[in-house]
């Protein structure tokens, strides 16, 4: 049940129709701890958050956090309680954030960080962090290639 007693910084279907094309929402046990995470391990920008609902913006992503009790009549409910980590087997990643510094941000929120910046194979240098509800974030810039570094 939803717990917000004041009206909504936006009616939901003028939020709906603003979103862009791809939209990730998360699910969380907090949405108080999950926006405390996203500004300060990844400097996104609050647009809003009370204890139901969540929307920010990261790195030009904007993404949305709904507590758990907000998806009440969902057929996940029963899932929601006992999952211990939320997102096993999906990565969101997102190009654009100096890796180097979200990892040191990331090492002062205890067990958030899963894997230290480096350079990949894949033309990224990323670092891999974890939100507080277990949801998993590959960070990176690209690298410059081989070729553009011999034309200099």
């Known amino acids: 049940m939803k717990t917000r007693i004041t009206k909504p910084w936006m ?9 862009p094309v ?9 949405v108080r701890i999950s926006v405390e995470f996203y500004k300060t391990v990844l400097g996104g920008n609050e647009r809003y958050h009370d204890d139901d609902f969540a929307a920010l913006h990261v790195a030009g ?3 949305m956090l709904h507590a758990d009790h907000t998806y009440e ?9 006992s999952a211990s980590q ?3 087997g999906v990565e969101l990643r997102l190009l654009g954030l100096d890796p180097d510094k979200v990892e ?11 894997a230290p910046a480096i350079d990949k194979p894949h033309g990224w240098r990323e670092t891999v962090i974890q ?9 990176g810039v690209k690298m410059k290639s081989n070729a553009e570094t011999t034309l200099r």
């Open 104 to 114: 040191a941000l990331a090492k002062n929120n205890t067990g958030c960080l899963i």
């Open 61 to 63: 992503l904007e993404f």
């Open 22 to 30: 791809f939209t990730v929402n998360l699910l969380v046990r907090n």
């Open 131 to 139: 939100d507080p509800d277990g949801y998993v974030w590959a960070v």
């Open 73 to 81: 009549n969902h057929p996940w409910v029963t899932h929601l309680g």
């Open 11 to 19: 009616p939901a279907a003028d939020y709906g129709q603003s979103l």
């Open 86 to 88: 939320r997102g096993l």
